[in-house]
């Protein structure tokens, strides 16, 4: 499987029954093609869906069902459709119980960077700021460098969406679990050693005891 594959993957295994599960745009929207058919969770879009599923069968579209990020879904049978305000009345009600986020820098603390870069066009903050503010848990699925730059660091550059509150970190090279004590490595992504986490992280990690295998 490809990187973005593997860390969509990765994320189901922190799904439960009857979570209601936000997914951002980007690679958090892979999510929604690999839930196992033994766990029943809700997908949240703010665009105005509860119930999002899989990507469409070629010839089965339709065009009025897409995600935050403009790609045609499916909906669960049991799907609701609304507004954007109702649809983020479920976030700031605290109705949410995951959010999925990429980002473009997370730091030690778990702070937070997804919506700008100093001197660049970017097409603003989203909902991501009510996400992170909302979600019970926040879980950032991104790939662990940009161009081979480090997007862990020990102290976010870009503006913040957020300060401390990510709890994980899911990338092609590894997860990661943000603690009291920093950045504790917990699994590792097939053929990835530590010491190539470690030398694209510039944050410290912690190792942990019996480190696992992302698959």
């Not at 700008?116 to 009510?130: H, L, R, S």
């Amino acid at each position: 499987m490809d990187a973005k594959e593997l860390i969509a993957r990765r994320v189901t295994k922190e799904l439960h029954d009857n979570m209601i599960v936000n997914l951002g745009i980007g690679i958090p929207t892979l999510v929604a093609n690999y839930i196992p058919d033994n766990i029943h969770v809700l997908m949240h879009s703010e665009n105005g869906i509860i119930g999002i599923s899989e990507s469409p069968k070629a010839g089965e579209e339709d065009k009025d069902i897409y995600n935050a990020g403009n790609d045609l879904v499916t909906a669960v049978d049991e799907a609701y459709f609304c507004d954007s305000a109702a649809s983020f009345a479920f976030v700031r009600r605290g109705m949410i119980d995951l959010t999925v986020l990429g980002a473009l820098q997370v730091d030690e603390k778990g702070s937070l960077a997804s919506w700008a870069i100093p001197n660049k066009w970017m097409p603003g903050m989203g909902g991501a700021m009510d996400m992170v503010s909302g979600a019970k848990c926040v879980i950032v699925a991104m790939q662990h460098t940009n161009k081979g730059m480090p997007k862990i660091l020990k102290q976010c550059t870009y503006p913040l969406t957020g300060k401390g509150v990510v709890n994980m970190i899911i990338t092609d090279m590894g997860v990661m679990k943000v603690t009291d004590d920093g950045l504790l490595l917990t699994e590792l992504a097939p053929d990835i050693t530590v010491e190539q986490v470690q030398s694209a992280t510039e944050a410290h990690l912690i190792i942990a005891d019996n480190i696992g295998c992302m698959i």
